[in-house]
């Protein structure tokens, strides 16, 4: 396991591709992946369940070309801190979790609303529902969630 600053270096060093790719074409793509597995999880498969949430985690391969692959999505992932850059990611991913908690509605007196940005990314609305979406030459079949 890398961390971020790691694959920037071997991309600026060691490939033609230049360090600018990880952010401009490799965390858009897993970004757009977790939305569409998320939104399509969410709209068939999960209850909300006031005052509380869910963890995944997330596994993801890159080929030659860059092209980024899901491997598999953890509930619950195991957050044991086995290698530095995973203890790191961890952490910064553990603080980030609790800044949400804290700033969100239940714990703000805020009524629950949906997240725009969320929506945006997805482009999905409550109740619309999407036939089948291909994902990096893989397809997500909703009949499956």
Known sequence: MWSSEKMIQ??????????????????????????RIMSAAARRAMTPREGSFELFGMDFMLDADLRV?????????????????????????LDGLIQI??????????????????DEMTGFQDDEKEESTDIGGWELLDDYW
Request: with cysteine; hydrophobic share 40%.
């Open 101 to 118: 908690l804290l700033d969100s509605p239940a714990t703000s007196g805020q009524t629950t609303a949906p997240i725009p940005e969320i």
């Open 10 to 35: 071997y991309l600026e060093e060691e490939t033609a591709w230049g360090g600018y790719v990880w952010e401009d074409r490799v965390v858009p793509a897993m970004k757009d992946i977790t939305m």
């Open 69 to 93: 692959w899901l491997c598999e999505v953890n509930e619950s992932p195991d957050l044991r801190p086995r290698t530095p850059a995973k203890a790191a990611a961890c952490g910064r991913m």
